[in-house]
């Protein structure tokens, strides 16, 4: 096992950067692991011409991967300095510079600037720390900053402990389990759906791996 000081490295998974390795931060990081990884990208389908925001990016592997797999551009939005300088030489070392807005801010104050900006996207990841209470938080201001593009989806990682409250403005589509780990999807809501958390989507699916059957 590698020291933690030495950091954690991953690894792209899929698309034309695929096998490519990552680095990230030392300490103080939870990447998601290759395993949910692919299963989240590969239901997601193509990305081609998608504009991506990767809330709490820590070192970029979510919006590296839908890069990867053809997005157009990525805005990734991390607070932490020392994940920032990572996710920057990550994504100097794939080249992604062209296709890569890095935001070093916290993610509410982040989502209003960018709505000023007048800046709209066809997918949100968010990935914030499992023991936070962050989520719902970020979902409101997601909705309030009015970034997302018509019928938009948006991806939530999660801890099992910690479910997505139902946020006006979201319409739940999917919920599915890998592990600890949690996939919510949600919709931009039309004005006329009402808003639902996830558990109005069907109970969630317990996945023991990509492709694999329910496991209860």
């Given at each position: ?19 490519r390795r990552l680095r990230s931060a030392p300490e103080g990081t939870r990447p998601s692991a290759d ?54 030489a990550n994504v100097a070392a794939l080249a992604l510079e062209a296709s890569a807005r890095i935001v ?105 791996a990509p492709g694999g059957t329910r496991s209860g």
């Open positions: 096992m590698r020291r933690a000081r030495e950091g954690v490295r991953v690894r792209v998974t899929g698309g034309r950067l695929g096998g395993r949910v990884r692919v299963a989240l990208f590969t239901r997601l389908g193509d990305l081609d011409g998608a504009r991506v925001l990767d809330l709490y990016a820590g070192t970029g592997t979510l919006g590296i991967e839908a890069l990867s797999r053809g997005a157009r551009e990525v805005v990734f939005v991390e607070r932490a300095p020392r994940c920032v300088a990572v996710l920057r070093n801010d916290e993610a509410v104050r982040a989502l209003a600037r960018l709505g000023r900006e007048g800046a709209r996207f066809d997918l949100v990841l968010l990935d914030p720390p499992y023991a936070a209470n962050e989520v719902g938080r970020a979902l409101e201001a997601l909705v309030a900053a009015r970034v997302l593009a018509p019928e938009a989806l948006v991806v939530v990682e999660s801890g099992r402990r910690h479910p997505v409250p139902a946020v006006a403005g979201l319409a739940p589509l999917d919920e599915r389990r890998y592990g600890d780990s949690v996939i919510t999807q949600l919709v931009a809501a039309r004005p006329d759906e009402p808003a639902g958390g996830a558990a109005t989507a069907g109970e969630a699916i317990d996945v023991a």
